[in-house]
């Protein structure tokens, strides 16, 4: 069987990506990216907030995925809706992962006070692989963001004070070395896909999003779609995903 | 926040008390030096499994199972009309309702479907669709609603299994039943069916997983596949658990499956030997001007294919004409 | 019709509780009342108490008929039918002074229990509100609570591994429904179909002492006087037999 798909790549090429890094002004930090026609969005705001109580000393990120109307007409009015919590849900689980963020470094008074990263992801133009195209996007927003630095004054009485940095160059930025990567491999007959274009996803009847860390690690397998996958395919899928960890 | 007007409200703010537990994170080990787990198992033995069909009066076909102290419960409505509109589709569709129970956890659940449930609900439509003869039953759709009344790990499993036994147990046309197995992966321990503790508990080093696969066993198909939390590549694809794991789950050797075999066989011996191997001749549905099932066939000659299970506990594909 | 209605009949489905079923939870009970199931579970967590009751815990007892139980009922907030049992419920649970809710309070005005009484219906059929009740009152009888203490210094409130205290209860309201045809027929326990062809439905509600707690009648035809009284003499006999049952249940599960 040929390795060539009907634009031309092999089964195990990604398309053309671009990234662009500081587009939105008035966020933490922001990225533009284009894998050919899927566009995404992605702005990171950095807010001050209360911990979660289970974990006292740390902070967190919400995800938030928004799909324009102009994306795809399925998407007008509250069509997007269900994809969209799905979406936030892979990446929130993602992130929950020990070790994908130092996540300690954001806390600020423990049990108190922590910086909360709300990571808005906004789907421009839908031309297949969101997934892959947002993580990509969130990665290179989160590697542009910038936390300013605080520090925490003790007044006479034993409270606390939190004093935020007015200096331009006082902020700190996250350690992304160990964010991972979507990669969604989609079967299509015999064979698997990486980067599925639109059409190629209609053809899809089942297909495996992991998601891979830059040293080799998985931080998450989900098989999505509803066909069942063979040993074999399933195996050859999951060495492929690995393979494909080469991108930014 | 708004009030919900719906329900009896207690107070905006509570806290569970776990929160205000001592107790030191440090001394919790999954496995002791003798191999054994917390509960005296062996890292791969399964806990007791115990199910039952038919425990839904209303229901067309319902399940409920325990898992050691997993208690899940699931009821299956259908193959009735699709109630969206845009749900319409030329082939049947499944609707999964994933909730636990608020007192299932260690700490309150809410009320509302949360992330976590949604993602649930997805994963066992998915996993149980090629398992179910889709298109038998065309622009009409089959509900499945799962309760987990207690939640002492490996709840998402305990639900597949759940689900795919009240399936059969409603007479819904299905190739295969669809089997499920959790496993907990840490740096250099492999547990099979974690509890509730050893899911949550995370080990310092770099591996720290929960892995559940559901598998088509009779064809040997993944039908479903999550795992969360770090773990090696290498270690997934080589010498790994996965393949051991995989073949845990192959018919002969997956102890779920062969618990849920002796179950299935328990059943049918209690209600006469094999011939009758579920627990209710086809059912009449009960709504009213439901008399024709949605394929257009009368319900007494519904053909039923459904798997059996022989004496010898082997399996065995039995495709019949009921009347 | 599963039972010929004759006259005044009282008929008893199998009653079968079933008390500490659910580990994660601090009190739970399974209620089989024929096919009628309810579980209930009791999760206890901490609050502040309100401001004018500072003595005060709180009881929240919710209904959840959840499209699992019967095809009728649809998923998303709770329906008509689970507020209205839900509301009644609180209501009994309120009258009857069930609970001293002063117990619930651990520090005066900063700490207090708040008892969450989540009943989910899992097999509906008919006479969901008797078989809430009793699922209720089973799961509060083997609640356990864990000791509090609260650390002078920090203010802070740590609890005991182990949950030893029992709650106190100071009545045992046990309700008994009837469904009534036409101003001639009564029947207790009625079935989901019996609930459906009746014209009418009563739900009496007595203490251990024999009193009268709460009386519904929402609409329905009207019901002569002496068959009401008739129906409060039918429901302390039964209520009685009820608690003696629950007694046992509650022995056996404990020994």
Same mark, same amino acid.
């Given at each position: 069987?040929?390795?060539?798909?009907?634009?031309?790549?092999?089964?195990?090429?990604?398309?053309?990506?671009?990234?662009?890094?500081?587009?939105?002004?008035?966020?933490?930090?922001?990225?533009?990216?284009?894998?050919?026609?899927?566009?995404?969005?992605?702005?990171?705001?950095?807010?001050?907030?209360?911990?979660?109580?289970?974990?006292?000393?740390?902070?967190?990120?919400?995800?938030?995925?928004?799909?324009?109307?102009?994306?795809?007409?399925?998407?007008?009015?509250?069509?997007?809706?269900?994809?969209?919590?799905?979406?936030?849900?892979?990446?929130?689980?993602?992130?929950?992962?020990?070790?994908?963020?130092?996540?300690?470094?954001?806390?600020?008074?423990?049990?108190?006070?922590?910086?909360?990263?709300?990571?808005?992801?906004?789907?421009?133009?839908?031309?297949?692989?969101?997934?892959?195209?947002?993580?990509?996007?969130?990665?290179?927003?989160?590697?542009?963001?910038?936390?300013?630095?605080?520090?925490?004054?003790?007044?006479?009485?034993?409270?606390?004070?939190?004093?935020?940095?007015?200096?331009?160059?006082?902020?700190?930025?996250?350690?992304? %070395?160990?964010?991972?990567? /979507?990669?969604?491999?989609? &079967?299509? $007959?015999?064979?698997?896909?990486?980067?599925?274009? !639109?059409? +190629?996803?209609?053809?899809?009847?089942?297909?495996?999003?992991?998601?891979? %860390?830059?040293?080799?690690? /998985?931080?998450?397998?989900? &098989?999505? $779609?509803?066909?069942?996958?063979?040993?074999?395919? !399933?195996? +050859?899928?999951?060495?492929?995903?690995?393979?494909?960890?080469?991108?930014? | 926040?708004?009030?919900?007007?719906?329900?009896?409200?207690?107070?905006?703010?509570?806290?569970?008390?776990?929160?205000?537990?001592?107790?030191?994170?440090?001394?919790?080990?999954?496995v002791d030096e003798n191999g054994k787990r917390q509960d005296e198992r062996d890292a791969n033995d399964c806990r007791p499994i115990f199910m039952k069909a038919g425990v839904v009066s209303q229901a067309q076909g319902s399940a409920y199972i325990e898992l050691g102290k997993t208690k899940v419960i699931c009821a299956v409505y259908g193959p009735r009309e699709v109630l969206r509109r845009e749900d319409f589709s030329?082939?049947?569709?499944?609707?999964?309702?994933?909730?636990?129970?608020?007192?299932?956890?260690?700490?309150?659940?809410?009320?509302?479907?949360?992330?976590?449930?949604?993602?649930?609900?997805?994963?066992?439509?998915?996993?149980?669709?090629?398992?179910?003869?889709?298109?038998?039953?065309?622009?009409?759709?089959?509900?499945?609603?799962?309760?987990?009344?207690?939640?002492?790990?490996?709840?998402?499993?305990?639900?597949?299994?759940?689900?795919?036994?009240?399936?059969?147990?409603?007479?819904?046309?299905?190739?295969?039943?669809?089997?499920?197995?959790?496993?907990?992966?840490?740096?250099?321990?492999?547990?099979?069916?974690?509890?509730?503790?050893?899911?949550?508990?995370?080990?310092?080093?770099?591996?720290?997983?929960?892995?559940?696969?559901?598998?088509?066993?009779?064809?040997?198909?993944?039908?479903?596949?999550?795992?969360?939390?770090?773990?090696?590549?290498?270690?997934?694809?080589?010498?790994?658990?996965?393949?051991?794991?995989?073949?845990?789950?192959?018919?002969?050797?997956?102890?779920?499956?062969?618990?849920?075999?002796?179950?299935?066989?328990?059943?049918?011996?209690?209600?006469?030997?094999?011939?009758?191997?579920?627990?209710?001749?086809?059912?009449?549905?009960?709504?009213?001007?439901?008399?024709?099932?949605?394929?257009?066939?009368?319900?007494?000659?519904?053909?039923?294919?459904?798997?059996?299970?022989?004496?010898?506990?082997?399996?065995?594909?039995?495709?019949?004409?009921?009347? | 019709?599963?039972?010929?209605?004759?006259?005044?009949?009282?008929?008893?489905?199998?009653?079968?509780?079933?008390?500490?079923?659910?580990?994660?939870?601090?009190?739970?009970?399974?209620?089989?009342?024929?096919?009628?199931?309810?579980?209930?579970?009791?999760?206890?967590?901490?609050?502040?108490?309100?401001?004018?009751?500072?003595?005060?815990?709180?009881?929240?007892?919710?209904?959840?008929?959840?499209?699992?139980?019967?095809?009728?009922?649809?998923?998303?907030?709770?329906?008509?039918?689970?507020?209205?049992?839900?509301?009644?419920?609180?209501?009994?649970?309120?009258?009857?002074?069930?609970?001293?809710?002063?117990?619930?309070?651990?520090?005066?005005?900063?700490?207090?229990?708040?008892?969450?009484?989540?009943?989910?219906?899992?097999?509906?059929?008919?006479?969901?509100?008797?078989?809430?009740?009793?699922?209720?009152?089973?799961?509060?009888?083997?609640?356990?609570?864990?000791?509090?203490?609260?650390?002078?210094?920090?203010?802070?409130?740590?609890?005991?591994?182990?949950?030893?205290?029992?709650?106190?209860?100071?009545?045992?309201?046990?309700?008994?429904?009837?469904?009534?045809?036409?101003?001639?027929?009564?029947?207790?326990?009625?079935?989901?179909?019996?609930?459906?062809?009746?014209?009418?439905?009563?739900?009496?509600?007595?203490?251990?002492?024999?009193?009268?707690?709460?009386?519904?009648?929402?609409?329905?035809?009207?019901?002569?006087?002496?068959?009401?009284?008739?129906?409060?003499?039918?429901?302390?006999?039964?209520?009685?037999?009820?608690?003696?049952?629950?007694?046992?249940?509650?022995?056996?599960?404990?020994?």
């Amino acid at each position: 069987m040929e390795d060539v798909r009907t634009d031309g790549r092999s089964c195990e090429e990604y398309r053309q990506v671009e990234v662009e890094c500081g587009v939105v002004s008035n966020t933490s930090g922001s990225s533009r990216l284009r894998l050919l026609n899927t566009e995404v969005i992605v702005g990171v705001k950095a807010e001050m907030g209360n911990p979660s109580p289970s974990h006292p000393n740390e902070g967190r990120l919400e995800f938030m995925v928004d799909f324009s109307a102009n994306a795809s007409p399925e998407f007008e009015g509250r069509g997007g809706d269900d994809l969209s919590v799905e979406m936030s849900t892979r990446f929130a689980e993602v992130f929950r992962t020990q070790s994908v963020l130092d996540l300690v470094s954001l806390g600020i008074i423990d049990g108190q006070c922590c910086w909360i990263l709300y990571v808005d992801i906004v789907v421009l133009e839908c031309g297949g692989n969101l997934l892959d195209a947002m993580s990509l996007a969130v990665k290179a927003a989160l590697a542009n963001t910038r936390i300013p630095k605080v520090t925490v004054l003790k007044d006479s009485e034993g409270g606390e004070d939190i004093e935020v940095s007015d200096d331009p160059d006082g902020y700190n930025t996250l350690n992304i %070395d160990m964010v991972p990567l /979507f990669v969604t491999l989609s &079967k299509i $007959g015999q064979r698997h896909v990486v980067d599925a274009t !639109l059409e +190629e996803e209609c053809c899809c009847s089942a297909s495996l999003v992991t998601s891979v %860390d830059s040293s080799g690690k /998985f931080t998450g397998v989900v &098989k999505k $779609g509803t066909s069942s996958l063979s040993n074999e395919s !399933l195996h +050859e899928m999951l060495q492929a995903s690995f393979q494909d960890n080469y991108l930014p | 926040m708004p009030v919900d007007k719906k329900r009896i409200t207690g107070p905006e703010e509570t806290q569970s008390p776990l929160l205000f537990q001592k107790y030191d994170k440090s001394s919790v080990i999954l496995v002791d030096e003798n191999g054994k787990r917390q509960d005296e198992r062996d890292a791969n033995d399964c806990r007791p499994i115990f199910m039952k069909a038919g425990v839904v009066s209303q229901a067309q076909g319902s399940a409920y199972i325990e898992l050691g102290k997993t208690k899940v419960i699931c009821a299956v409505y259908g193959p009735r009309e699709v109630l969206r509109r845009e749900d319409f589709s030329m082939t049947g569709i499944l609707k999964c309702d994933f909730k636990f129970a608020t007192f299932s956890c260690p700490v309150r659940r809410k009320f509302q479907p949360d992330t976590e449930e949604r993602e649930f609900a997805l994963i066992i439509e998915q996993a149980l669709s090629p398992a179910v003869c889709l298109h038998k039953f065309p622009k009409s759709q089959v509900d499945i609603n799962i309760k987990v009344l207690e939640n002492d790990g490996s709840a998402l499993s305990a639900a597949i299994i759940c689900s795919s036994v009240a399936l059969s147990d409603a007479a819904v046309e299905m190739y295969d039943v669809v089997t499920a197995c959790s496993l907990r992966l840490s740096e250099d321990t492999m547990l099979l069916d974690p509890t509730y503790q050893e899911e949550v508990t995370s080990i310092r080093g770099d591996s720290n997983a929960n892995l559940t696969i559901g598998l088509l066993p009779s064809i040997n198909q993944t039908s479903a596949m999550l795992q969360k939390g770090h773990i090696d590549c290498d270690r997934l694809l080589k010498w790994t658990p996965l393949k051991s794991f995989l073949h845990y789950l192959l018919p002969s050797r997956c102890p779920s499956l062969l618990v849920f075999c002796l179950t299935t066989q328990r059943i049918a011996d209690l209600y006469g030997g094999l011939s009758e191997n579920l627990p209710h001749g086809p059912r009449v549905p009960q709504e009213v001007g439901h008399k024709q099932t949605p394929t257009g066939e009368r319900n007494g000659t519904r053909r039923r294919k459904m798997i059996a299970v022989s004496k010898n506990g082997k399996r065995e594909q039995n495709d019949r004409r009921q009347n | 019709m599963t039972q010929p209605p004759s006259k005044y009949a009282v008929v008893d489905h199998l009653f079968y509780p079933m008390m500490g079923t659910i580990g994660n939870a601090d009190g739970s009970a399974l209620v089989k009342l024929g096919n009628t199931t309810v579980i209930c579970g009791i999760k206890a967590e901490f609050s502040a108490p309100l401001l004018d009751e500072p003595t005060k815990g709180y009881l929240v007892p919710n209904v959840e008929l959840p499209p699992l139980c019967s095809s009728q009922f649809k998923s998303g907030p709770p329906g008509d039918q689970a507020q209205v049992v839900s509301q009644l419920i609180d209501n009994i649970v309120k009258s009857s002074k069930l609970i001293n809710l002063e117990s619930l309070c651990i520090a005066e005005g900063t700490l207090c229990w708040v008892l969450h009484c989540d009943m989910i219906c899992l097999d509906y059929e008919g006479n969901v509100v008797d078989a809430c009740l009793l699922s209720l009152l089973a799961a509060l009888k083997n609640v356990l609570l864990p000791d509090v203490r609260i650390v002078e210094d920090s203010g802070l409130a740590v609890t005991s591994e182990k949950s030893t205290i029992p709650l106190d209860l100071s009545s045992h309201p046990v309700s008994t429904s009837f469904v009534v045809f036409d101003d001639s027929i009564l029947l207790a326990d009625p079935t989901k179909e019996e609930e459906t062809m009746a014209t009418g439905v009563v739900t009496i509600v007595t203490t251990e002492d024999g009193n009268l707690c709460a009386v519904h009648k929402p609409g329905g035809s009207p019901l002569p006087v002496n068959k009401m009284q008739d129906c409060i003499a039918r429901s302390k006999e039964r209520a009685n037999k009820v608690r003696k049952l629950l007694e046992k249940t509650f022995k056996s599960s404990k020994g």
